[in-house]
């Protein structure tokens, strides 16, 4: 169930949907799709071929994106916050038995990332991690410890585009079901920054209180009025 936005299929039903439609999928890619990272894969093939690809799934994390299918006359049924997405995924492992990999950030953030979900997760089994520090294309190491642990989910926050090319580059090589860039989640868990308050999530406001918190943020707002503006365009 999805909508389309200038050329991307954005997934339009609830969390709770998606958990269960991607418990079904062999391989899914799950891009977090924000109007910055949305207008970047406008300009970039690779990354424009990797959200239209049949094992990605965009989920609407972003305010822009939810207004925009409004704007289109599709509205999705909700935002759906890629963090939330993972942590559901998670729960799903714990309870199930399965693992996952993180890979990405620095090594002491990622140490208190993981150590943060062990004490939330304690049945959870945890395959593998590796910080973000490492050479793509040079990486066989890694690669090889992830086939060995198989791992159901793999979690990378490395950034757009670095997180994109790394699964894209091995998807098919490794045997993971769920492939998920989740940006600066890592951080999230480790307890380096926190999200914004509940009422605000709510509202729509968590961008505001991201700026609040990283004034370095506000010079990526302006993705969002070009990016409506391209969706009215193309309306």
Known sequence: MSVKILGYEVYSNTKKALIE???SMDKVNIISGNPEILYNG???????????????????????????????????????AGIEVMEDIIKKCEAEGKGIYLIGTKQEILEACIGNIQKKYPKLRIAGFHNGFFDLDNCSDIIDDI???????????MGSPRQEKFIVKYINELPCSVYMGVGGSFDI????????????I??????????????FRIKRLGAIPVFLIKVMRNK
């Open 147 to 157: 086939k060995t642990s198989n791992p159901y989910a793999i979690f990378v926050a």
């Open 21 to 23: 439609e991607i418990s």
């Open 42 to 80: 406008l300009n970039n093939k690779f990354l424009f071929d990797n959200f239209t690809s049949e094992n990605t799934i965009i989920i609407p994390d972003g305010v822009g994106v939810v207004l925009a299918s409004k704007l289109l006359g599709t509205p999705v049924k909700e935002k759906v």
């Open 189 to 200: 868990f480790a307890g380096v920054l926190k999200r914004a308050p509940r009422w605000m």
């Open 202 to 215: 709510k509202l729509g406001l968590e961008w505001l209180y991201r700026v609040i918190k990283e004034p």
